[in-house]
């Protein structure tokens, strides 16, 4: 294999030189392609990368033509290959990516090359941020007693990274204990523009995480991709794609005090979802762009999954220059990202308006605070009706004779409080926290209000009568109900990267503690930062006491709550919560709130500012009008209202000046890649292939290319297919793919038992992702899974047709392996929404499904399923499995594949049961390069047979 380096053949004469100070730098104009300068900022980005790769054979000149001539209101049908500059990875998704690219070199061995020739052509970086548990929290050695637990949990897969990390070019890792992967890629490891062997050309990345999009905040182009398709990419390997089309969001105006980023971010969540932007480019633009700090746009960047986009970029400005300094990026780094930058017009005009396919304009002055739950990011509650959708949704978590959310909320409070007249300290509070539009203020003391809402045992006439009451393992006696906030977590890269939002929790929290304020004793609160840099300014500004006073201890420096590493609840939280079948709720300042993500015994998740956060751990419920109602008294007992310990945005500014500074981030990146004494204290393998350990219950040897010949089988039709599962809408990779904890009575439970692993060392689905046969076994096991086949029961259960019987998923796959039978996955709109999960199409695969048929598709996991030799089928325009009268129990025939054989990609191919139901699927492989990993069984399989025949 050649070395990462393109010779293009620049038929436009592109190729020019740029001087910045004493360096010079060989680029590629765009100018020189006509219809430039109509061009999004995203796709001009796209026609560099064309200029610069231009082979003849993958990228053409036609390719290039065809993109400066974009028709912004087509839909996409030019198909082109975009080379990203490099790949980045986090350790849930990449330990199975160096599981394969380990297994690719003894493949390479067996068929007769040269096994060391199997590297990265592209930089690729991993950051281990996904594994810690925050088993521990609310204490001052939470942060170290969880990092030990992490190491001890994760010995074998650290290792095996550490063999990579010198086993392979191009291929650097970032030890545990550092941050989160985007915020660490915002802070340092993104270059903007690249410079690379004398070129400087955009900064451009896949990621094997979804949220990779964070930084396009920094004007970088880059987007999640599967674990898969980052393989390719990172072996050279282009991303094929369709030139999609580009939605303009002009922002107008400035915020409001008192509002955050996170409530920015959730109403653009909300625009963009109820637009529709699925598969298309968001880009910001217009006057209102220099208006949002870099730390904002990040936020809005880091949310592109949530509203479906494939990315959400900002162009580069002096805003984005001024974080490149800020964050001590080298001198020459910064002068060549505007240089660049100006030269090649990606430099923002703000008034400038570009072809756009679709517009979109917001007002940033129309802001409010808001939250977004209780299980989908996009469904956006304006905090002033808080309280009142909590209650309306309430009854879909509780049984019907236990609930109450009509009237009286909590116990002992009432509804028409007495009205008092708003103090002047309170109008200055409200200007930087609004109230709602709610009725008068409740004067009450917190200390008379138990936190009732609807209990387990209820009275005469269906009122709220007997709540639960629990001691807590200090002693203290209260009372829990259904909407206690059980969990409150500062967490994720999409707000711990802000620090106007963390600063500003900080400042709440130092309000509440010197009014007198404390969490309630039945929250779990927890402080996850996405670097080192934040606790550097908590301590620079003095807030850490504040947080640590009110149980927000650093626990760790990794994602956390947000991707169900939320760690248990005190053994009698858990048990009065599942004991009296509690509608417990979390709060966490993340982008995740699916169900049965964040913790097994929370039923609600809400997504909210880190200030916000705080707040709901001083109230202890979703059941308050945190606007109109206060969280509690001060020590004379006078009522303390949220308004009351609001940060003003001027004070927040102020600590951030103080405290922040270029120092704070050269000292946490000084020596990034080295780690501390535990990860270099840690035996590493060596040698050119890995050693795979026959008992290791971690890392183990897939079979993806076992039998693989040097040419691939030619593509059949499916005949005498199962259903495995019939799901309905917005079924999302966290139902399919294995994630959280893993049950003892589950089949990976059972097969770690079967292998010796004791219960306490079971650990999660993620750090055993380098384990298919964990995996395998917790595919569609998601306790929130709604299998139609199996009606009113949730989790991974289907009913084996061959016995009737309900049973396992997993355990069913084999009876149908064992039968010889292939199997299909019936479902409805938006299938495989959600976080880019590899092993969603990989679990998939092993379980021996050959087609899924579903009303959509999202993006990534449509490509993936193709990438692991999964057919994409969907039903035509306006039927449904529920139309067709498919129940699930039928025996499939799906015939017409074989076209694929010819190098066409059929258009539809006919599907028919053996209960007489018939119809024309359309086949979603979109692209020629789809089609060719298909035929191939596979994108590793491709990979792998070009890399011989070279």
Not at 152 to 168: H, I, P, S, V
Not at 258 to 264: I, Q, W, Y
Not at 783 to 808: A, Y
Request: hydrophobic letters at 40%; proline letters at 6%.
């Amino acid at each position: 294999m050649k070395e990462y380096d393109v010779a293009s053949l620049d038929t436009f004469g592109a190729k020019t030189q740029l001087r910045v100070g004493d360096a010079s730098y060989e680029i590629f104009k765009i100018n020189k392609v006509d219809g430039h300068e109509r061009l999004p900022y995203s796709l001009k980005i796209l026609l560099e990368n064309l200029l610069r790769t231009e082979d003849g054979a993958n990228i053409t000149a036609d390719h290039i033509r065809q993109l400066g001539g974009w028709d912004a209101a087509a839909d996409p049908s030019v198909e082109i290959q975009f080379t990203p500059a490099r790949v980045l990875m986090q350790d849930f998704t990449g330990v199975p990516c160096v599981v394969d690219l380990a297994t690719m070199r003894e493949a390479v061995r067996d068929l007769g090359g040269d096994p060391t020739k199997v590297n990265p052509l592209a930089p690729a970086e991993l950051v281990i941020d996904h594994s810690v548990i925050a088993d521990l929290f609310g204490r001052e050695d939470a942060f170290e007693r969880n990092v030990e637990l992490e190491y001890e949990r994760n010995k074998e897969r650290y290792q095996f990274l550490r063999w990579g990390q010198t086993a392979f070019n191009e291929f650097k890792v970032v030890p545990p204990g550092t941050g989160i992967v985007h915020q660490v890629n915002i802070e340092y490891l993104a270059r903007t523009i690249m410079e690379r062997g004398g070129q400087a050309y955009p900064d451009t990345v896949v990621g094997t995480d979804s949220h990779t999009t964070m930084v396009n905040g920094l004007g970088v182009l880059g987007w999640g991709v599967g674990g898969i398709e980052a393989e390719a990419a990172m072996l050279g390997q282009p991303v094929s794609m369709l030139i999609p089309r580009v939605v303009g969001f002009k922002l107008n105006g400035e915020m409001p005090a008192g509002t955050t980023a996170t409530d920015l971010v959730l109403t653009i969540t909300e625009m963009l979802r109820e637009h529709g932007v699925v598969g298309k480019f968001v880009e910001f633009y217009g006057p209102g762009v220099s208006a949002v700090p870099l730390a904002n746009r990040a936020t809005i960047g880091n949310m592109s999954p949530e509203y479906g986009s494939t990315v959400a970029i900002f162009p580069i400005d002096d805003e984005t220059i001024r974080y490149l300094e800020l964050t001590g990026r080298d001198a020459q780094q910064v002068a060549l990202v505007e240089a660049y930058a100006k030269e090649q017009g990606l430099w923002h005009d703000p008034a400038a308006e570009p072809d756009y396919s679709e517009r979109l304009e917001l007002d940033l002055s129309t802001i409010e605070p808001s939250l977004a739950g209780p299980k989908r990011p996009q469904d956006r509650v304006p905090l002033g009706n808080a309280k009142t959708l909590f209650r309306s949704v309430l009854t879909n978590y509780v049984a019907d004779d236990s609930a109450d959310a009509g009237e009286g909320g909590a116990e002992g409070v009432a509804d028409n409080a007495p009205t008092t007249a708003m103090s002047p300290a309170d109008q200055a509070s409200a200007e930087s926290f609004p109230a709602s539009d709610a009725p008068a203020n409740d004067q009450s003391s917190a200390a008379d209000k138990p936190h009732s809402l609807v209990t387990a045992a209820v009275g005469a006439g269906g009122r709220a009568s007997n709540p639960i009451r629990v001691t807590g393992s200090d002693g203290t006696e209260f009372e829990l109900d259904h909407g206690a906030v059980v969990i409150a977590a500062i967490t994720s890269c999409t707000n711990t990267s802000n620090p106007q939002v963390m600063i500003g929790a900080a400042l709440l929290a130092r309000n509440a503690v010197e009014k007198g304020l404390t969490r309630k004793p039945w929250v779990k609160t927890t402080l996850a930062p996405g670097s080192k840099v934040v606790m550097d300014y908590y301590e620079r500004a003095g807030l850490t006491p504040y947080l640590n006073k009110l149980g927000f201890n650093l626990v760790g420096y990794g994602c956390t709550t947000c991707i169900g590493n939320s760690g248990p609840l005190p053994e009698e939280i858990s048990a009065g919560i599942n004991e009296n079948d509690l509608a417990a709720v979390s709060v966490l300042s993340g982008n995740r709130n699916f169900e049965g993500r964040i913790n097994p015994d929370v039923k609600m998740n809400y997504l909210a500012s880190p200030p916000l956060v705080v707040a709901y751990a001083l109230a202890g419920t979703m059941d308050i009008d945190l606007a109109n109602e206060p969280l509690g008294a001060d020590t004379e007992g006078n009522p303390v209202f949220l308004r009351d310990i609001w940060p003003g945005n001027a004070e927040i500014q102020d600590v951030i000046a103080s405290a922040l500074g270029a120092t704070g981030f050269g000292e946490a990146y000084a020596d990034v890649f080295a780690g501390d004494e535990r990860w270099q204290s840690l035996p590493t393998p060596t040698g050119d292939t890995f050693a795979w350990a026959g008992d290791s219950t971690y890392v183990r040897k897939p079979p993806y290319f076992e039998g693989m010949a040097q040419e691939p089988s030619p593509v059949v039709d499916i005949a005498g297919a199962r259903v495995l599962a019939k799901l309905g809408d917005s079924v999302t990779t966290d139902h399919i793919s294995p994630a959280g904890a893993i049950k003892a009575d589950s089949p990976a439970g059972r097969y770690l038992a079967e292998h010796g692993v004791p219960r306490h060392e079971f650990n999660s689905y993620g750090s055993r992702r380098g384990n298919h046969e964990v995996m395998i076994r917790g595919t569609f096991a998601n306790i929130r899974l709604r299998n139609q086949l199996v009606p009113g029961i949730e989790g991974g259960f289907t009913v084996n047709h061959l016995t009737g019987e309900q049973t396992s998923i997993y355990d069913a796959s084999v009876a149908y392996a064992e039968a010889g039978l292939p199997l299909v996955i019936l479902a409805g709109k938006e299938y495989g929404s959600g976080s880019s999960r590899d092993w969603a199409a990989k679990g998939t695969m092993l379980l021996g499904v050959r087609a899924v048929i579903a009303e959509s598709y999202e993006r990534i996991h449509r490509s993936n399923l193709i990438g692991m030799g999964v057919l994409p089928l969907q039903y035509p325009a306006g039927v449904t499995a529920e139309s067709l009268g498919l129940t699930g129990t039928e025996t499939f025939t799906i015939s017409g594949v074989t076209a694929l054989n010819d190098g066409d990609i059929p258009r539809t191919v006919k599907v028919s049961t053996d209960t007489g139901v018939e119809f024309d699927a359309v086949v979603r492989i979109d692209t020629p390069g789809e089609a060719d990993y298909y035929r191939h069984g596979g994108i590793l399989q491709y990979v792998l047979r070009r890399m011989i025949a070279a």
